[in-house]
C-alpha cells in the first residue's frame, strides 16, 4: 500500500502489518528486514515509514493499571492520548506533558520524545517515562528504566522506533483540579519582543507564541503569546461561576471534506487572517480567561484532516531549535527569509526549551524552537536546505519527527550523539532489522 505521513509528502509503498497484541507484534517483527513501527502516522514526514514494511501498533490499545493515589499509568504503546485524556481527566489527571494534537500514540511520544508548551518547566514526555517494554528484533522483550537497560532506554526515547518495538510503558499523570485552563495573552510588537515575552514568563507552566510569519520590516515576528495554568477550584469559581469543574472535552471535529486548490492558500489570505487573528488576540491582553482543553492545546485537532488545506502535493513542516545566544539572529533571518519568499503558512509557533534530556537522539535543547508549515513549490527545498544551514551554523538541529527533506549533513551536524546511538543499533541487532524511509534517507 502507498503510504505518507501527515504531510502527505513523500509517498512510498509498504507492506502493512497491523498486529492486535504484543505477542503478534513480536512474532510478526521477527520474520521482518527492513520494518518500521508505526502509531498513528502524526509524524510529519518519513520516520513512520518501513522500507520494506510497516508495523502499525494502533491494536495494543489497552490500559494495564492505574494508581489513583499516585498517579501511576501502565498503557500498552497504542493507546491514544486522548483516550488517555477522556479517561482520566474527569478523575483529575493530566499527562505531564503534550504536543500539539491528542490524535497520537504513547508508543509515538516515547520514539518522538514530544514536546509541549511546558517543556522550559517539564522537559520532554521521555523524562516522565519510568520504565517501557521494548521488543528487539531478536523477539527478546527487554525492561528498560534509567536504572535497568539505561543505555537502551536513552536510545529509545527520541529514537524514532529504530531500537525496536516499543510495546508498553509506565508514566506518571499531573493532579489537576479542574478540568479548564486558566490563560493569559501578551502580544508582542516584534520577534526580540516575543523572545523576551517568553523568557520573561518561564515561570508560568504553558507558554507559546503564534507568529505573524507574513509580517515584514518593524513589525517581523510580531506574535501572540499564550501563557497558561491548569485553573484552580478558586480560579473557575471567581471567572466562571457555576461552571462544571471538568467540561466535556470536544466532541464534533469540522472536517475539510477535499483538497483545498492550492489558489486558496496565497498571501492574501493567509495576510488577511493573520491580520484578524492578531487583533483578535490583542483585544484579549491584560483580560486572563478559562479556556478549555481542546482549544488551548489542540486547537488544529477542531478540524479533521487538516492537512489538506495545502492540497493533494502535500506540505512540509520545518521545526528547528537554535540556541538562546543565537536565537534571535537566526530565527530572524529564518523569518526574513520565509516573508521575504512570498511563502503562505498558517501555522508558525516559537516555544522556549529547557535543558536537553537523556535521549541520546532527542530533539529538544536549551533554545527556542521555531516550527513553520510550507506548501511544496518549484525551489523550497533548496530553501530549506540554506535555512537548515544557518540552524547547524549556530549548534542548532532539525526535529526529527517533523522532517521529511534534510540531508544527512544537516542531520549528522546537529545529532552529537548519533555515533553512540549507531553502535547501541548494532548491540541490539536492530542495524539491518528496523530501517524507515527516514533511518535510510539520513543513514542512521
Same mark, same amino acid.
Given at each position: 500500500m502507498e503510504l505518507t505521513g501527515w504531510g502527505r509528502y513523500p509517498r512510498f509503498e509498504t507492506t502493512m502489518?497491523?498486529?492486535?497484541?504484543?505477542?503478534?507484534?513480536?512474532?510478526?517483527?521477527? @520474520?521482518?528486514?527492513?520494518?518500521?513501527?508505526?502509531?498513528? @502516522?502524526?509524524?510529519?514526514?518519513?520516520?513512520?515509514?518501513?522500507?520494506?514494511?510497516?508495523?502499525?501498533?494502533?491494536?495494543?490499545?489497552?490500559?494495564?493499571?492505574?494508581?489513583?493515589?499516585?498517579g501511576r499509568l501502565t498503557v500498552e504503546a497504542g493507546v491514544m492520548l486522548k483516550d488517555i485524556?477522556?479517561?482520566?481527566? =474527569?478523575?483529575?489527571?493530566?499527562?505531564?506533558?503534550? =504536543?500539539?494534537?491528542?490524535?497520537?500514540?504513547?508508543?509515538?511520544?516515547?520514539?518522538?520524545?514530544?514536546?509541549?508548551?511546558?517543556?522550559?518547566?517539564?522537559?520532554?514526555?521521555?523524562?516522565?517515562?519510568?520504565?517501557?517494554?521494548?521488543?528487539?528484533?531478536?523477539?527478546?522483550?527487554?525492561?528498560?528504566?534509567?536504572?535497568?537497560?539505561?543505555?537502551?532506554f536513552e536510545a529509545t526515547i527520541g529514537g524514532m522506533g529504530l531500537t525496536g518495538t516499543i510495546l508498553e510503558a509506565t508514566f506518571h499523570l499531573l493532579r489537576v483540579e479542574s478540568g479548564w485552563m486558566l490563560q493569559h495573552t501578551v502580544a508582542a510588537k516584534d520577534l526580540d519582543a516575543a523572545l523576551a515575552a517568553l523568557s520573561d514568563n518561564e515561570d508560568a507552566t504553558y507558554s507559546s507564541a503564534w507568529i505573524d510569519c507574513i509580517a515584514r520590516g518593524a513589525a517581523l515576528g510580531r506574535s501572540l503569546i499564550y501563557i497558561g495554568e491548569h485553573a484552580s477550584r478558586k480560579d473557575v469559581e471567581a471567572l466562571a461561576p457555576g461552571s462544571q469543574m471538568m467540561p466535556g472535552l470536544r466532541k464534533r471535529p469540522l472536517a475539510i471534506p477535499v483538497d483545498l486548490p492550492s489558489f486558496m492558500l496565497n498571501r492574501g489570505s493567509v495576510a488577511t487572517f493573520n491580520e484578524l487573528y492578531f487583533r483578535k488576540g490583542a483585544m484579549s491582553v491584560g483580560k486572563p480567561f478559562l479556556n478549555a482543553i481542546d482549544p488551548f492545546f489542540f486547537p488544529l485537532d477542531g478540524v479533521l484532516e487538516w492537512n489538506r488545506i495545502y492540497g493533494k502535493g502535500g506540505f512540509l513542516q520545518h521545526q528547528c531549535v537554535a540556541p538562546i545566544e543565537h536565537a534571535s539572529r537566526v530565527i530572524g533571518e529564518i523569518l526574513t527569509r520565509v516573508s521575504g519568499r512570498g511563502n503562505e503558512s498558517f501555522l508558525a509557533v516559537l516555544k522556549k526549551f529547557g535543558a536537553s534530556s537523556k535521549g541520546l537522539m532527542s530533539f529538544p535543547s536549551?533554545?527556542?524552537?521555531?516550527?513553520?508549515?510550507?506548501?511544496?513549490?518549484?525551489?523550497?527545498?533548496?530553501?530549506?536546505?540554506?535555512?537548515?544551514?544557518?540552524?547547524?551554523?549556530?549548534?542548532?538541529?532539525?526535529?526529527?519527527?517533523?522532517?521529511?527533506?534534510?540531508?544527512?549533513?544537516?542531520?549528522?551536524?546537529?545529532?552529537?550523539?548519533l555515533q553512540r546511538f549507531r553502535e547501541i543499533r548494532r548491540q541490539t541487532g536492530a542495524e539491518g532489522h528496523i530501517a524507515s524511509r527516514l533511518s535510510n534517507r539520513l543513514g542512521i
Open positions: 502489518f497491523t498486529p492486535s497484541s504484543a505477542a503478534e507484534a513480536i512474532d510478526l517483527q521477527t @520474520g521482518l528486514k527492513g520494518f518500521a513501527p508505526r502509531g498513528n @502516522g502524526r509524524a510529519y514526514g518519513d520516520a513512520a515509514i518501513g522500507v520494506a514494511s510497516s508495523l502499525c501498533l494502533r491494536g495494543l490499545n489497552r490500559m494495564r493499571a492505574f494508581d489513583a493515589g499516585s485524556i477522556a479517561t482520566f481527566l =474527569p478523575r483529575g489527571f493530566f499527562p505531564p506533558v503534550v =504536543p500539539g494534537t491528542k490524535l497520537v500514540t504513547v508508543g509515538g511520544m516515547i520514539a518522538a520524545d514530544i514536546h509541549g508548551k511546558n517543556h522550559h518547566r517539564r522537559g520532554g514526555f521521555g523524562q516522565h517515562v519510568e520504565s517501557l517494554l521494548l521488543a528487539l528484533p531478536s523477539g527478546e522483550v527487554v525492561v528498560c528504566s534509567p536504572h535497568e537497560n539505561s543505555d537502551l536549551r533554545g527556542f524552537t521555531l516550527a513553520l508549515d510550507l506548501s511544496i513549490d518549484q525551489g523550497i527545498f533548496d530553501f530549506l536546505d540554506e535555512i537548515d544551514q544557518l540552524v547547524v551554523a549556530a549548534g542548532g538541529r532539525i526535529y526529527l519527527a517533523k522532517d521529511a527533506r534534510q540531508s544527512r549533513a544537516t542531520f549528522e551536524a546537529g545529532y552529537p550523539n
